[in-house]
């Protein structure tokens, strides 16, 4: 609802606006990136190879946030050293290949885009 404010108080009432708006649409664009993170995670999992289950189940997140921005890195915290040597495949010792099986990129593929476009919406309605 609008409110009359004089021309002195003008400066100011803008001002809580701007702030207003930026505190909600940061609040759902953080909301949003946790939530698009929790997805890549769960289907990560899911995609995971499960020879004993102790990989599949290693998936963890990190969250940081710096000057206003929020980051989250999803990494394998029981077995991280084979995390690319299977999304890629690698050299058998004795000879041969084996296959990659992917389950991070296509993750990602998946949920980011639609993650982007929702934060669109969140800065065009304000943080709604």
Do not use: C
């Not at 698009?36 to 995609?47: F, P």
């Not at 993750?107 to 980011?112: E, F, G, L, W």
């Amino acid at each position: 609802m609008a409110r009359a404010v004089s021309v002195d108080e003008l400066a100011f009432a803008i001002t809580e606006e701007i702030k207003q708006y930026t505190d909600e649409v940061q609040k759902g664009i953080k909301k949003e990136v946790k939530s698009a993170a929790t997805k890549v995670k769960k289907e990560m999992k899911a995609k995971s190879p499960k020879d004993t289950g102790d990989y599949a189940d290693g998936w963890s997140r990190r969250t940081s946030t710096k000057g206003g921005q929020i980051e989250i890195t999803i990494y394998n915290k029981n077995k991280p050293q084979i995390a690319h040597l299977l999304e890629f495949g690698h050299a058998k010792a004795g000879g041969g290949r084996v296959d990659e099986v992917k389950h991070m990129r296509p993750a990602y593929d998946k949920y980011v885009p639609i993650m982007n476009k929702n934060i669109e919406k969140i800065i065009k309605n304000g943080g709604g």
